[in-house]
């Protein structure tokens, strides 16, 4: 078993990275589509639109591992967001490499993976979709990215869409579990807890964090993580609630400007509270009609912060409005 050190420098998220489509947590639906596409062979061009780190890239990669085999280092071009990805990488990488004769089997196809395709101009896309129809023969395309609409109509329309979702905190802590124990990771129930509230379903983040903590402090525990990720504290904004529950103004609003006073922007603020409102549980046993009061008075001061009003008026505004609530 490895043993996890200060001086290695491996990132878990790649280490760990699910080399066939079986090991890849979440999106069960997906993940069976595509195996399917494995046995077959014959692969669409697909759209893979979703969060990030919730394995998009990576059951690309899968698929074309089944796919390909010992063929794929010839047979697959990688282009990310890092890359120049305008109209010229479109008519001369993208082009040549579709028009590159690669032997492989019966039914198999090169593939193109557009990572944040979304990113791309509109200029590169239209010419994509000319050279997607000329070599789709030989080639294959996949598009990942974020938000599926920034691909233009004729692109999208070529293609099978495919759309993920965020990965739930039972399946991130699986994933977590068995890194733990395959790294010796010291850690305890409320620290792993801390990395699914931090990572907010986004395995990469989850691991990133996890090895951070590691790597920093040894022990994985609340306090390192939430020092790690540099989070407002959870239990501290529980106890906020709380306050605001008793009717006590001045107490909560003392502890939501401690927070504006150590450097946390009003939004890193506001959007941790949601989460804590959303997801922890409240004392008092909260019904879920409080609870959604709470989150519409939260939502509303995230909506004047993010139009540009991100002042500490703002936040006791917050306060003031949820100290209102009828419990």
């Avoid at 494995?38 to 591992?65: M, Q």
């Avoid at 790294?183 to 807890?193: A, P, Y």
Wanted: aromatic share 4%; charged share 25%.
């Amino acid at each position: 078993m490895a043993t996890s050190t200060k001086h290695d420098l491996a990132p878990w998220v790649e280490k760990y990275r699910p080399q066939v489509l079986s090991d890849i947590v979440g999106n069960s639906n997906i993940v069976d589509r595509l195996k399917v596409i494995g046995k077959d062979g014959n692969v669409p061009n697909i759209i893979l639109s979703g969060p990030p780190g919730c394995g998009k890239t990576t059951s690309v990669w899968a698929l074309a591992r089944e796919l390909l085999g010992a063929k794929i280092d010839d047979a697959v071009l990688e282009l990310n967001a890092s890359d120049e990805r305008g109209i010229e990488v479109v008519r001369n990488r993208i082009k040549i490499f579709a028009q590159t004769k690669v032997s492989l089997p019966p039914g198999r196809h090169k593939i193109i993976i557009l990572d944040e395709a979304d990113s791309m101009t509109e200029g590169a896309q239209q010419a994509l979709r000319r050279t997607m129809e000329i070599h789709s023969k030989t080639t294959r395309f996949a598009l990942a990215c974020n938000q599926s609409e920034k691909i233009i109509e004729p692109i999208q329309s070529r293609c099978a869409l495919l759309r993920y979702t965020k990965l739930t905190d039972a399946e991130l802590l699986c994933r977590v579990k068995e890194v733990c124990h395959a790294e010796n990771v010291n850690s305890d129930d409320q620290g792993l807890q801390m990395i699914l509230f931090t990572a907010q379903g986004d395995m990469r983040q989850a691991l990133n964090n996890l090895q951070a903590t590691v790597s920093a402090y040894g022990i994985v525990n609340m306090e390192n993580v939430l020092k790690v990720c540099d989070e407002p504290h959870p239990e501290l904004m529980i106890k906020m609630i709380t306050l605001c529950i008793e009717k006590k103004f001045f107490e909560a609003s003392q502890i939501i400007h401690e927070f504006f006073r150590l450097g946390y922007s009003p939004e890193d603020i506001v959007s941790t509270l949601f989460r804590v409102v959303k997801y922890v549980e409240l004392p008092k046993n909260i019904g879920e009609q409080v609870r959604m009061d709470f989150i519409e008075k939260i939502a509303l001061c995230h909506m004047r912060i993010v139009q540009g009003l991100s002042t500490k008026l703002q936040l006791s505004r917050m306060v003031a409005d949820l100290c209102r609530i009828e419990v």
